[in-house]
T-cell receptor, first 116, second 109 residues
Framework: DTEVTQTPKHLVMGMTNKKSLKCEQH?????MYWYKQKAKKPPELMFV???????INESVPSRFSPECPNSSLLNLHLHALQPEDSALYLC???????????????FGNGTRLTVT | DAKTTQPNSMESNEEEPVHLPCNHS???????IHWYRQLPSQGPEYVIH???SNVNNRMASLAIAEDRKSSTLILHRATLRDAAVYYC??????????FGKGTSLLVTP
């Protein structure tokens, strides 16, 4: 079992739907991450939050909207997605690099998203 | 920023040692080498990291070349549960992980 919990595990949505992915950790980590992973490919960084503030956005389309309501929670709001956005979405957390350099990332097992 | 270079796949027999190589010829003085692995249907899992010296932990050992342009992850005794994709990542302290293609390790009984 992982210490980073992602819900739901699977999600099917239409291109006009609005949905949200959720991620929760209780390790006291202050950095949280969203990654996207297509089949047979490595994870690709999307967003990084540090102390609940967005610090990195890897030029992700605006149809993906991250939110960090508190230090334990990270959401990814989805709207008007395309079929090519179907992928495994991974959440991770770590100590913030200003307090502990090279802190390992702890990953959840992801949400498998299918856009129809 | 050039990523690391790893073989696409490797195969090992169960209970044998496995040496997974990684080239990182453009490494800078402040880059650490991190290794993660991803088992089927799971998120990536931290394995080990190092800067200059060889490192050991309960999962593996990391041997870093003297010029730091390459490193090797050593699994001392492979088990079937070690079958995974292994990622070697250059990480500048404080930055997020950027994954390369990794090495898919097959362990056969």
């Amino acid at each position: 079992d992982t210490e980073v919990t992602q819900t739901p595990k699977h999600l099917v949505m239409g291109m006009t739907n609005k949905k949200s992915l959720k991620c929760e950790q209780h390790m006291g980590h202050r950095a949280m991450y969203w990654y996207k992973q297509k089949a047979k490919k490595p994870p690709e960084l999307m967003f990084v939050y540090s102390y609940e503030k967005l610090s990195i956005n890897e030029s992700v389309p605006s149809r993906f909207s991250p939110e960090c309501p508190n230090s334990s929670l990270l959401n990814l709001h989805l709207h008007a997605l395309q079929p090519e956005d179907s992928a495994l979405y991974l959440c991770a957390s770590s100590q913030d690099w200003r307090t502990e350099k090279n802190s390992p990332l702890h990953f959840g097992n992801g949400t498998r998203l299918t856009v129809t | 920023d050039a990523k690391t270079t790893q073989p696409n796949s490797m195969e090992s027999n169960e209970e044998e040692p496995v040496h997974l190589p990684c080239n990182h010829s453009t490494i800078s003085g402040t880059d650490y080498i991190h290794w993660y692995r991803q088992l089927p249907s799971q998120g990536p899992e931290y394995v080990i990291h190092g800067l200059t010296s060889n490192v050991n932990n309960r999962m593996a050992s990391l041997a870093i070349a003297e010029d730091r342009k390459s490193s090797t992850l050593i699994l001392h005794r492979a088990t079937l549960r070690d079958a995974a994709v292994y990622y070697c990542i250059k990480r500048n302290s404080g930055y997020a992980l950027n994954f390369g293609k990794g090495t898919s390790l097959l362990v056969t009984p």
